[in-house]
């Protein structure tokens, strides 16, 4: 079976562009999650949905988004970058903790220049 | 709020000695716990939860967790250490319902010493 699938592993941006990231979920997961994980530290939340509706934020500012597809693939959308924007960005799926607990990607390494 | 200290940013043990990762939470409820795994450049794996039950949980390549309730930790623990469990260890918890989000810890590089 595949595992979560996030799309680019790499990319490099611009100060002040948009960037979107994208995750496909395990089969049969309808739970993805967005964290961000700035380099030398623990993942940080921003994101959950579950049957395509926004579950929970995590304190980030309005420059993020994101959707769920009925598909229950996701995508991640950030404007205006920063720099300190740069980081790597996890995709993680779940059936319910309770079950499997989170399966995560291997991320998008994001450089914002 | 929820919140997970690990205790030492960097441990280094012997090839063959015992590993020992501390985790503590903050949380009003027991919450669900968990420990994953990140190689370099790589994403989270999953080394063990625990939700309910047993509170000595196995995991995958030899480690284990006991959750502690009354001293609201959940170390991770491997008898013998080997050149391949060299990796960046988080603890995270999540709560039982609601959003769900995990909320980690700093993490804790383990370094294993020929």
């Known amino acids: 079976d595949a595992g979560v699938t996030q799309s680019p592993t790499h990319l490099i941006k611009t100060r002040g562009q948009h960037v979107t990231l994208r995750c496909s979920p395990i089969?049969?997961?309808?739970?993805v999650s967005w964290y961000q994980q700035v380099l030398g530290q623990g993942p940080q939340f921003i994101f959950q949905?579950?049957?395509?509706?926004?579950?929970g934020r995590g304190n980030f500012p309005d420059r993020f988004s994101a959707r769920q597809f009925p598909n229950y693939s996701s995508e991640l959308n950030v404007n205006a970058l920063l720099l300190g924007d740069s980081a790597l960005y996890l995709c993680?799926?779940?059936?319910?903790?309770?079950?499997?607990?989170?399966?995560f990607g291997s991320g998008t390494r994001l450089t914002v220049v | 709020a929820q919140s997970v200290t690990q205790l030492g940013s960097h441990v280094s043990v012997s090839e063959g000695a015992l590993v020992l990762l501390r985790c503590n939470y903050s949380?009003?409820?027991?919450?669900?716990l968990f420990w994953y795994v990140q190689y370099p450049n790589q994403g989270l794996q999953l080394l063990l939860k625990?939700?309910?039950?047993?509170?000595l949980v196995k995991g995958i390549n030899g480690f284990e967790a006991e959750f502690k309730k009354s001293e609201t930790s959940f170390h991770l623990t491997k008898p013998s250490a080997h050149m391949s469990d060299a990796a960046e260890y988080f603890c995270?918890?999540?709560?039982?319902?609601?959003?769900?989000?995990?909320?980690f810890g700093q993490g804790t590089r383990l370094t294993i010493n020929p």
């Open positions: 625990y939700t309910t039950g047993a509170t």
């Open positions: 949380s009003s409820v027991p919450p669900y």
């Open positions: 949905y579950y049957e395509k509706e926004e579950r």
């Open positions: 995270a918890v999540s709560d039982r319902g609601g959003a769900q989000k995990l909320v």
């Open positions: 089969s049969g997961h309808k739970s």
């Open positions: 993680a799926s779940t059936l319910g903790p309770e079950i499997g607990g989170y399966t």
